[in-house]
C-alpha cells in the first residue's frame, strides 16, 4: 500500500498497479478526493474497438432482433459503459485513449431498442450528481442503476 500512494505520485497506474488513479476537474464524490478509479484492463480493451467492429456487433444484433421479432419479442440493449469511459471528459491531463463504442453504436441503423446509458449517466453526473459509480469500485452504484431501471421500466410501459 505505502509503495502504491507512492508510485502513484509519478504514474497514473503506480507503473504496475491494475488500478489507474488521476485527477478530476471537479468533485464527482462524496469523499474528499478529486480522482477517479479504473481499471487499466478498460484502457487496454479500446483497441478492440473500431467502427467496423461495431458495425458488425450491429449487424448480427439485428439479426437476433429479426428473429426475436418473429417471436413478437423486443431486444433491447444496452451496453454499460465502464468508469473510464463515463468520466473520460472530467479527467485532467488524460493521455489515454477515448472509447469511441457509444459514438459508434449512435450511428447504426439498428432493429432492436438501444439503451444509451452513457447519455444518461452522462446527463446525471453533468446535473451535479455525484457517486454514479461508486469511488473506489468499478459497479454503478444504486443512483445509476435506479436511472436505468426506470428507463427500462418506462420502455416496457410503452409497449
Not at 461495431?54 to 444484433?61: I, P, R
Not at 439479426?63 to 459503459?81: F, G, N, T, W
Not at 459509480?133 to 410503452?158: C, F, G, M, Q
Request: aromatic share 12%; hydrophobic share 40%.
Amino acid at each position: 500500500f505505502p509503495v502504491y500512494n507512492m508510485l502513484y505520485k509519478f504514474s497514473s497506474r503506480a507503473f504496475i498497479s491494475p488500478v489507474c488513479r488521476m485527477k478530476l476537474k471537479e468533485k464527482m464524490y462524496s469523499v474528499n478526493e478529486n480522482e477517479v478509479l479504473f481499471l487499466y484492463a478498460d484502457i487496454r480493451a479500446i483497441s478492440g474497438i473500431s467502427r467496423k467492429s461495431v458495425t458488425k456487433l450491429n449487424l448480427e444484433m439485428n439479426k437476433l432482433a429479426e428473429r426475436l421479432i418473429e417471436k413478437h419479442i423486443v431486444l433491447i440493449v444496452l451496453p454499460s459503459p465502464d468508469k473510464y469511459d463515463l468520466y473520460y471528459e472530467y479527467i485532467i491531463d488524460n493521455n489515454y485513449p477515448k472509447n469511441q463504442l457509444f459514438d459508434y453504436l449512435r450511428e447504426q441503423d439498428s432493429k432492436y431498442v438501444f439503451i444509451d446509458t452513457k447519455e444518461m449517466l452522462l446527463a446525471e453526473i453533468k446535473s451535479g450528481e455525484r457517486d454514479v459509480y461508486y469511488a473506489d469500485d468499478s459497479h454503478w452504484s444504486p443512483k445509476a442503476s435506479r436511472v436505468i431501471a426506470e428507463k427500462i421500466i418506462d420502455l416496457t410501459h410503452k409497449r
